[in-house]
């Protein structure tokens, strides 16, 4: 008969093997997980400008009071063949239908305002919601189009702001050139601004609302300044189908 000695020496280095094989299969899969969550959980941003090499912009509007300066905002758009997107405000297009149709009409993009000019990172879920889809009804009503954009007042957000208007299919855009004219701070300074910081890919924000009173004349000189450096404008929707949506 056979007898087996058991050796403890033997069988604790076997112990240590397979526990240190343990382990590591355990930190592997630790690490693999965390990978993945950080890409599936990567954090959200707003559209600042596109990502391309060609000499193309989207020049934007923000319009949520007044009748003076739309019109001739509108009427110079038209004079140079451009086409721009408004993002206008839901009680502001109610008031004054008769721009909101006149944008559509002439070819610009309309896009949201939102509802109240409020920043909606101070305000909960359902609120943001309850912003954004007022202001998408009223536009809608007035003008028979969806917007599918939106720029947020006063430019705020935050991950909830970005996931609520994406649950409603919405992006949410912002800018990366600033002519700053709701400050009026005198004509040529708009036009400077806009022309010396200008880059490929940029979205120009410029107001339509009777606040920004030296917009219409700073405008003419804007477009012609655009066109002399070799830049094509377009609307958002265009610009976004020319390169990745970035921050940069």
Not at 106 to 115: C, D, V
């Amino acid at each position: 008969m056979k007898v087996y000695i058991f050796d403890y020496r033997k069988f604790k280095k076997q112990l240590i093997l397979v526990s240190t094989i343990v382990l590591c299969a355990l930190i592997f899969s630790a690490l693999i997980y965390q990978q993945q969550a950080v890409t599936t959980t990567a954090k959200k941003y707003a559209i600042y400008k596109v990502k391309t090499d060609k000499k193309v912009a989207a020049l934007t509007f923000d319009i949520s009071w007044g009748t003076k300066v739309p019109g001739p905002v509108l009427d110079t758009l038209k004079e140079h063949n451009i086409k721009s997107t408004f993002f206008v405000s839901g009680p502001w297009a109610v008031k004054h239908p008769e721009f909101p149709k006149r944008i559509v009409a002439e070819g610009h993009e309309i896009a949201s305002h939102g509802e109240e000019h409020v920043n909606l990172s101070e305000y909960p879920k359902e609120t943001v919601k309850k912003n954004i889809l007022t202001a998408h009804g009223k536009i809608k009503e007035v003008t028979g189009v969806e917007p599918l954009l939106i720029r947020t007042p006063n430019g705020d957000w935050n991950d909830m702001v970005l996931t609520t208007a994406e649950e409603l299919n919405y992006k949410v855009i912002q800018w990366s050139t600033d002519s700053l004219d709701w400050k009026n701070p005198g004509v040529q300074t708009i036009i400077d601004r806009v022309l010396k910081k200008i880059e490929p890919g940029d979205i120009i924000l410029m107001h339509a609302s009777d606040t920004c009173l030296q917009t219409p004349d700073a405008l003419p000189k804007v477009l012609e300044g655009l066109k002399q450096q070799g830049y094509q404008l377009v609307t958002v929707s265009e610009l976004l189908k020319m390169g990745p949506g970035t921050i940069d």
